[in-house]
Structure formats: structure tokens, C-alpha cells
């Protein structure tokens, strides 16, 4: 006996001008591309509601823009498809993807076109959304003398950017430096990158995409190597510089800690895959700087001098278990060649989800900490004075929605605990613009002036 097998499946094609497809997006959107790279590939889905087979006759962008955008559709690249067929309650994928040509301006210029989709002789568009941004391209650099880079339009940095012996190179307020997977800043020259409150200077990764839905490549570490300061480079200042998502931070080595090797002003160093600073028999001075989130402890400082004023040391690391403190000293190491540690921190905060410092016996040290917050229970001693233990500076930080705010809230212990004479003149003012010294007789502990939240009181 034979046996029928009847398909569920209906072959037949609608004609119904009535049923038109359905889209899983209205808009493509791909955030900032640069006219020299090609964007981050996106992609949606296209529905039949119908029961029964779809045709699409045409599949085709507009090209009504300064962009070039390609499609993959359900498996097969091209810019313009026929007769895609589609099963009854089936969908397919299209990707797209593309470049923008070179704008000549210096402004981000939005970028608007179309896909449009042709059935059954109605046509449906999926709009597609981009800024273009001119930049310019360094590839493998090494500058042999003085050099000026301006604000005009973001640079990417491929390789490395390298500052040669005696060559200073100065960074206008207001640049952007974008650099490529493993490039680094390495400087054996001088460093001058001085911004303002208004026009900081960025250095960060190329990637302006979006890891996946609304988190930003932003948060990621480990996008571009990281500022190397060489033994023998002196006199570099970082003021109102924001340096994230690198692998190293910042590394500094010197062989004379007579003379100053680095001074961060106002600027954040954030988001390191090793450390966000480590020093060796170096001189470096930071005021009113933010050194937050590595998974080897925030900074080391290795013999040399260290001044540390309004600074906060945080770590919420996200990506790996945190292994160092958020502070950690080496000193008089005849093994690792480290001079002794000559080091005051003064009205700062320590705090995150690692443990504060790694001192033992400190007898016997030059390591002086005024007026700082600690998580970590303790009492004031030779060496400690007038410190805030076993406290939280109340942070605006969620890890859950990636929020990593290191300014001050409302019941902060950390308010009006810092010592103004222990203040210079030049960190009277935060990287926002607030004065520290409106209280009269005590500043804020850390980089940041609070400024009450009436919101967070409701």
C-alpha cells in the first residue's frame, strides 16, 4: 500500500499588493564613520507575514548620500538583487555595511539614504543613518621634530606614534587622537598636550561603534596600547586629557628623578587592561586627575617621586578579576634596579572592589598619605594623617548599566575632609569648572567637586 504525503508548505505566490513585507528595524544606524575606514556591519531582518511565498522583484540603496553602502542579502554581496523569494511566515538577514567619501570639512556631516524593497509593485524603504567624519591618518610615525597637531579633525593613529629624542610635540586643546588595535604613544622626547574645561583632548580607540545594542566600544579596555614615557623624556604635561581603553595606560621611566618626568592636571586615566599608571624611579605629579578601573591594580608606583593631590584611585574593572590594590608602592628593590620611593598622597580617595594599598611595615619610608578616604579600616600614624577609614566616597557608579561616574553624591563622607593648604593654586578648579575652594577652610576629597544633587534627593 502506497502511502500520500501532502506539504504543509504553499508554493503559490501571492500577488496581493496588501501583503508587503515586514521589517525588524525602520532605521540602520551606524553612529560615526570615518571617511578613511569602512563601518562596523549591521544587519536586520525581513519578515512574510503572509502564508503564502513572496516575491521581492527589487532590492536595490538609493545611493542619495556621500556614503557607498553594500548589502548581503540572505548569503549573497551585491548592491542590487532581483526576485528574492521568501517562504510563507519566513524571514531572511540583510547586512550592510560601507564608506563615506571624504567630506573636505572639518564638522561631523550627516549622512541619510535608503534601501528599497520592491513587492508585488509597492515599494518599502529601510532608512539608513550615519555621520561622516573626515580624519587624518598617521601610520607608523616616528616625528623628528617639533610637531603641532590641531583640532581641526580626529587623527587615527595606526602602529604607533613615536616622539623622537629632543623633539617636543604639542597637542591643541580640543584634538582627538583615535588610535588603532595595539597602537601606542611612545615618547622619548616631550610630551605637551594642554586642553581646557571646554576643549579637552581625547585619546582613545578607533572603534566609535557599539559592542553590541546601546554598550559602547567605549567601555571596553584593551583598544590601542597605551602612552609610553621613555628614561630620559622630560617635562611632559597632560592637562584636561581624558586616556581610556588602553592595554598598558600609562607607563613612565626614568633614570633621574631629579627632574620631573610627567604632570597630570584635570585629565582621567581610565580603563587599562594591565595598570592605568605605572611608574619607574620616576617623577610625576598628578592633581586633580581620576586613575580608575585595571584588573592589576590602578596605579604602582616603583621607587622615583610621586606627588598626589585631589586624585581619585577607583576600580570597578569589569572584565577580569582584580588582582592588585587600587595603590600599590615598591621601593629600594636592588633586583629591579628601583631607586628609593619619595611619595605624598594628599586629599584623595581610595576606593573599588579591590583592596586599597600593599603596605607592610612602613617604618623607615618616605610614603606620607594626608587626608585621604580608604575602604579599608585602619587608624592615622606616622605615616597617615587625618584620613577617613572604612568609608564609601558614594560614587555614581552601576556596573550593571555600565555607569562609571566617579563624582561625588549627596552623603558622601568625602566632603569637606580635605586640607586647602595641602591644595595648590593650580587644582583650585576640577575638570568641570568647579572651585574647591568655595568652602573656605576644606576642600572635597578626590578629583571631583560635589555639587549637590537636588534630584537624587526626591
Known amino acids: 500500500m502506497g502511502l500520500g504525503l501532502t506539504s504543509c508548505i504553499d508554493d503559490s505566490f501571492t500577488t496581493d499588493p496588501n501583503d508587503v513585507l515586514t521589517f525588524s528595524v525602520d532605521t540602520v544606524k551606524f553612529d560615526t564613520v570615518m571617511t578613511t575606514k569602512g563601518t562596523a556591519t549591521k544587519q536586520f531582518v525581513i519578515y512574510n507575514r ?7 522583484s527589487n532590492i536595490q540603496v538609493a545611493g542619495i548620500s556621500k556614503a557607498h553602502f553594500y548589502l548581503n542579502v540572505d548569503g549573497t554581496k551585491g548592491s542590487v538583487f532581483r526576485d528574492i523569494e521568501i517562504r510563507g511566515g519566513d524571514s531572511i538577514y540583510v547586512f550592510v555595511e560601507g564608506y563615506v567619501d571624504k567630506l573636505s570639512k572639518n564638522e561631523p556631516e550627516e549622512i541619510n539614504d535608503r534601501i528599497d524593497f520592491v513587492t508585488n509593485g509597492v515599494t518599502q524603504s529601510v532608512a539608513l543613518n550615519a555621520w561622516g567624519q573626515d580624519v ?14 590641531t583640532n581641526e579633525t580626529p587623527y587615527i593613529i595606526y602602529d604607533s606614534l613615536v616622539v623622537s629624542p629632543n623633539v617636543t610635540l604639542t597637542i591643541d586643546p580640543g584634538t582627538t587622537l ?17 586642553g581646557t574645561k571646554d576643549k579637552q583632548i581625547v585619546m582613545r580607540g578607533d572603534r566609535l561603534d557599539h559592542v553590541v545594542g546601546d554598550i559602547s566600544f567605549d567601555i571596553m ?14 617635562d611632559n604635561e597632560l592637562q584636561y586629557v581624558d586616556l581610556h581603553s588602553t592595554q598598558y595606560g600609562i607607563q613612565v621611566a626614568s ?21 592605568c599608571m605605572l611608574t619607574i624611579n ?24 610621586i606627588r598626589a593631590t585631589q586624585c581619585t584611585f577607583a576600580n570597578y574593572y569589569l572584565f577580569a578579576a582584580i588582582e592588585g590594590p587600587n595603590i600599590a608602592f615598591f621601593q629600594n628593590d636592588e633586583k629591579n634596579s628601583l631607586m628609593p620611593l619619595d611619595c605624598k598622597i594628599m586629599n584623595s580617595i581610595s576606593y573599588g572592589l579591590g583592596y586599597d594599598v600593599n603596605l607592610g611595615d612602613m617604618s623607615g619610608t618616605n610614603i606620607w598619605i594626608y587626608n585621604t578616604l580608604f575602604k579599608s579600616s585602619g587608624n592615622d600614624d606616622d ?30 563622607p568625602a566632603i569637606a575632609r ?5 591644595c595648590p593654586e593650580s587644582a583650585r578648579y576640577d575638570r568641570y569648572g568647579n572651585d574647591r575652594f568655595t568652602n573656605g577652610t576644606a576642600t572635597d576629597l578626590g578629583a571631583y567637586v560635589w555639587i549637590e544633587n537636588k534630584e537624587q534627593e526626591k
Request: aromatic content about 12%; proline content about 2%; hydrophobic content about 40%.
Open 383 to 412: 605615616h597617615f594623617f587625618n584620613c577617613v577609614w572604612e568609608a564609601d566616597p558614594k560614587y555614581y557608579v552601576n556596573r550593571e548599566k555600565y555607569i562609571f561616574d566617579y563624582r561625588l553624591m549627596n552623603e558622601s
Open 418 to 422: 580635605g586640607d586647602i593648604s595641602l
Open 136 to 149: 587624518r591618518t598617521l601610520k607608523a610615525v616616528t616625528l623628528t621634530e617639533d610637531t603641532h597637531l
Open 50 to 56: 503572509s502564508k503564502k511565498q513572496i516575491n521581492i
Open 178 to 194: 583615535l588610535f588603532h588595535d595595539k597602537a601606542l604613544l611612545e615618547v622619548y622626547g616631550t610630551l605637551k598636550a594642554i
Open 255 to 275: 633614570n633621574n628623578p631629579e627632574r620631573q618626568s610627567l604632570h597630570l592636571l584635570n585629565s582621567v586615566v581610565h580603563n587599562s587592561e594591565s595598570y
Open 282 to 305: 620616576a617623577w610625576v605629579e598628578a592633581e586633580g586627575t581620576e586613575f580608575s578601573d585595571a584588573p592589576d591594580g590602578v596605579v604602582a608606583f616603583m621607587g622615583g617621586k
Open 221 to 234: 579596555s584593551g583598544q590601542w596600547g597605551g602612552l609610553l614615557i621613555f628614561a630620559g623624556s622630560h
